[in-house]
């Protein structure tokens, strides 16, 4: 294996199986990869370089010994750092919890060490998932790594740097307003934001309870749908969670698109005036290939989108709510960004939080509608490329970039991008698909055909570019 | 002594008052002392002016939000979930 860290999860899964590379040897390269280019790239917060050689020992013994656990059998992953992990501090990208060390597993972390991935170490994030990029210092939030001087897009921005740059080969993020699709497409990953009720809650530092989603930030829709199928499933800890059984995820996956009923979202997304041309062109040209392998595309509407970002808005209450303590008690450890956001939680009143409710139903329902009549929505990923570190303000943030992903945490529907392109200076852009409830599959299912008739997601970014 | 108005009233602070009473915006930031005030907020001085300003930011969506048309007969429910029956889309 020339490179192993250029490989996607299956193609590192692939190795690791057939004995080409042992867990530990591609454990160890991507530890002197992170070794060499972190420094620079700053997506990891805690690498658990000693525990995750021991665990790929682990794996190569059971391997040797016949026993292979499944596609994660010691492939070296790495977890946004609000998901907990016993003996590892899980800092929610905070010096407010730079020493908080949990006890306990997220049973997100039990899945995934039942399945046999290695765990590299935590990553980086925007600030309790909702502070700002940070280029520099201590909890620095990550640097893209198709050019360092621009952001990743956050939350998971630590997951998308190190996922993009070859620094593990398959990563988790959270989402709530768009925080594994924003750095997912800013980065060329795929990123899936399951279904709401699919993956538990449990042990992950929350920001917004009613719309926190865990998922997978990954090179393919095949990695996408082996991760997500580890960590998906009823949680009895987590009364959100559903109890219907899990389907396969990787079994229909290559069943392709033709037949397929989908409903693109032109008025509210590939109209919209500030949406960046590149972005545009390159999302016509996906939704063409999509319709050339026999996929029906109509153009669909439903108004209430308009005010999706206005209701998601007053759910930064919950936010509020779990840091009320945290943030009276250690005020000065948050960075100011993220308390003046925070404050901006607490000033939504009960009525506003009410006429969110009531709009998010109307939306549900026009959502609903359009299902009748097609299997899935389409729209480009983001409004725009990676931007400059401090290009917008707090409001440009939340006004463009939620445009396209809050509405869908909204309604807790499967949403997951897939790279659609370059822009004219090399920086990657997405396409987004979205789903019925629990139909995770379908959605996969319709990336995996856009994706396999293309190369976007074989590109890698240089490392001879990671300097400053 | 304290200056501060107990949560959940509407007395302003009089610390601000005669920010409040001088400035081009003294409408705008009364609203939003009383805001502060009403959730209880204790928000130190360095926090304030840009606390303000991205208050202000914000009002064109709470705005909106408030101005929206509700036709629905059913009132919204705070635990439904995609996951339950007829929950989500």
């Known amino acids: ?468 | 002594l304290t200056l501060a108005p107990a949560p959940g009233t509407l007395e302003l602070p009089n610390t601000w008052e005669k920010t409040m009473a001088d400035g081009p915006d003294a409408a705008a930031r009364a609203r939003f002392e009383s805001e502060v005030s009403i959730a209880g907020l204790e928000i130190p001085n360095e926090d304030r002016e840009i606390t303000f300003l991205m208050w202000a930011d914000m009002q064109k969506y709470r705005d909106t939000l408030r101005a929206a048309e509700v036709e629905l007969p059913l009132e919204p429910t705070f635990m439904q979930k995609p996951c339950m029956p007829g929950g989500g889309a």
């Open chain 1, 1 to 468: 294996v020339s490179n192993i860290c250029d490989l996607d999860l299956q193609g590192v899964s692939e190795a690791i199986r057939t004995r080409r590379v042992s867990s530990a040897e591609a454990t160890a390269a991507y530890l002197e990869r992170i070794e060499r280019h972190d420094g620079v790239l700053m997506s990891y917060l805690t690498v658990t370089g000693e525990r995750a050689m021991a665990q790929a020992r682990v794996m190569d013994a059971e391997l040797t010994a016949g026993h292979w656990r499944g596609p994660l059998h010691g492939v070296p992953i790495a977890l946004k750092d609000l998901i907990e992990t016993a003996g590892v501090r899980t800092t929610g990208g905070s010096r407010a919890l730079r020493d908080n060390v949990p006890t306990t597993n997220s049973p997100i972390v039990d899945k995934l060490d039942a399945a046999g991935a290695v765990m590299l170490g935590k990553t980086a994030m925007h600030e309790f998932a909702f502070g700002r990029p940070r280029a520099n210092g201590e909890f620095a939030t990550g640097r893209n790594p198709w050019n360092v001087e621009r952001v990743t897009a956050g939350s998971s921005s630590g997951s998308g740097a190190a996922m993009a740059a070859g620094l593990c080969a398959g990563s988790l993020g959270s989402d709530t307003g768009g925080s594994i699709r924003g750095p997912a497409s800013f980065c060329g990953l795929v990123g899936h934001k399951p279904s709401y009720g699919l993956v538990t809650r449990r042990g992950v530092l929350p920001m917004c309870w009613s719309l926190d989603h865990v998922g997978p930030m990954v090179r393919s829709t095949w990695d996408a749908a082996v991760m997500l199928q580890a960590i998906a499933g009823h949680d009895p800890g987590d009364a959100s969670t559903s109890s219907r059984a899990v389907p396969s995820y990787t079994e229909g996956l290559e069943a392709g698109v033709r037949g397929v009923r989908l409903g693109l979202l032109r008025r509210h997304y590939l109209e919209w005036p500030d949406l960046h041309a590149d972005v545009k062109s390159a999302s016509e040209a996906a939704f063409g290939e999509l319709a050339n392998q026999g996929a029906r595309i109509t153009d669909v509407d439903a108004p209430m989108l308009d005010q999706a970002v206005h209701i998601w808005l007053p759910f930064l209450s919950e936010m509020f709510d779990y840091h009320k303590e945290l943030v009276r008690e250690r005020g000065q450890d948050y960075w100011p960004s993220t308390r003046h956001r925070l404050y901006m939680g607490a000033m939504f009143s009960a009525a506003d939080m009410l006429r969110a409710q009531r709009l998010r139903t109307v939306l549900a329902r026009q959502v609903a509608l359009l299902f009748d009549g097609v299997d899935a929505l389409i729209f480009p990923g983001q409004a725009m490329p990676a931007a400059p570190f401090g290009y917008q303000s707090e409001t440009e943030v939340i006004a463009s970039s939620n445009r396209f992903t809050a509405p869908w945490n909204l309604l807790g529907l499967p949403a997951c991008v897939v790279p659609c392109g370059f822009s004219a200076d090399g920086l990657p852009v997405s396409i987004q698909i979205v789903g019925r409830p629990f139909d995770d599959a379908t959605v996969l299912r319709i990336a995996r055909a856009y994706e396999r008739a293309c190369d976007w997601n074989q590109r890698r970014p240089d490392p001879a570019g990671w300097k400053l």
